[in-house]
């Protein structure tokens, strides 16, 4: 059986460099997303307000702030992704968590042409209802895809243990986030989760990466 001829090694240094590059960059594009755009809505407050009310429907610069801040940094998203999959040694069932963690970018693309309602109620306009829907299958997929991500072959037993732990966090803060008794603070809710989870997922996905 004849073998397919393995890549240049400048192809795959260059890849490498730029996965380094994106991963680097999802920090930053985090920061000047959210701080960006809130620095063009008076009053609005990173504590009590979810993310997703930057851009809420009859807001200052609404679809502005959609169309600039949340789809390229749902681009980015998918972009690190793509580019770091053939570079992790990901097996088994992990291969599904792992292309399950689009979710996070289709979540941040979605709500820029399926924006909340101000204040994101539970229920609200068709808009409102769609974003709330895409929500809660984004929220519960990454919670999936980070389980598989544990449950893949060849991983040390603290990597698992880590895996897990960021799933059951993930899904403990949503549902926290949505509790009326934590309404002032569900912003911070909801930002310690992002942080938690692309933290980790791109603390190992930097070491996982070849060396040369």
Known sequence: MQMSPPSSPTHSTTRIRLTRAAILAIVPAWLLMLFGS?????????VSQYISELNAIGTPYDWQIG????????????????????????RS?????????????????????????????????????????????T????????VLLACGTGLRSSTRAVLLVVAMLWLLLFFAMVLPPLEPVRGLVQRTGEAMLYGTLLTLAWRGLPRR
Request: with cysteine; net charge neutral; hydrophobic share 55%.
């Open 139 to 146: 929220y519960l997929g990454t919670c999936v895809a980070v």
């Open 38 to 46: 809130s620095a063009l809505k008076p009053g609005y407050s990173h």
């Open 93 to 137: 069932i992990a291969r599904i968590g792992y292309w399950m963690l689009l979710l996070e970018a289709v979540a941040y693309i979605g709500s820029a042409f399926a924006p909340c309602d101000a204040g994101c109620p539970a229920d609200g306009s068709r808009s409102q209802q769609l974003h709330n829907l895409l929500g809660l299958l």
């Open 67 to 90: 169309l600039f801040g949340f789809v390229p940094f749902g681009l980015l998203l998918a972009i690190v992704v793509i580019l770091a999959a053939p570079l992790l040694p990901i």
